[in-house]
């Protein structure tokens, strides 16, 4: 039987968690706090055990402060671990500010505001000769989309013309870390194939619930919070080319108009 560890259960990988669980595979999850099929993170006994043990291991966890806590914690035994396959989630905002233009695994890094994550980034292409590297843009799905920001009056319509972004569903996520399983080591961004405004999608989340449109705003007018702020600063495409040649993915939530639905 697969052994997956997975250093982190937030929402993509508790997702992926239940899926693999469905097709018979053994998983052990790593958090704060313990719990069912669940060890805490501090439990180093516990943790080293199960690394060596995993025929799998991916981390979801993000870079606190200046440092990756789970590479400065567990980094040697990760490295030593006798896995056949080791994955990391990161994010496409290693690529910082492109004015709008495409990026893709080979374009530069560490220039955004997201230099923890990028230094993480390097740091997890480096550990390990089999490791896959998921760069991943906007995360929405089932309970965390715009569908449920306008349902609970947060969505916002800020006016920056020119301004595009890149998401992907939860689900398509999933399928690309299991094709991996079968492909070959390295860095993919795992984006759906249409870059665009978050003004079109919070548009058509209120088509489909029925609701009107929110007001255009600037940034000020909206009252944003320092990090969703930070999200518009930055102004990018991310390419999907590289995952859908090497691992066989095709998203199955290709824009977010098929995603949108979905959830609804």
Known sequence: MP???????????????ERLRGEGWRVTGVRRTAGPDVLAFGDDHAVRAAIAGAS????SVPPEGDGDPVLARYGDALAAAPAVWSGYLSSTGVY???????VDESSPTGAGRRSARARADEDWGALRPDM???RLPGIYGPGRSAL????EGRAHRIDLPGQVFSRVH??????GVIASFDGPPGTYNLADDLPCSQNCVIEAACDLLGAPWPPLQSMEEAALTPMARGFYAENRRVANGRAKRLLGWRPAYPTFAEGLRACL
């Open 3 to 17: 052994a997956m560890l997975i250093l982190g259960l937030g929402y993509t990988a508790g997702r992926l968690a």
């Open 56 to 59: 799998h291991i991916l981390s």
């Open 96 to 102: 910082g500010d492109a004015g709008g233009a495409w």
């Open 132 to 134: 896959r590297r998921f």
């Open 148 to 151: 449920d920001r306008v349902r």
């Open 170 to 175: 939860v689900d398509d996520i999933v399928a």
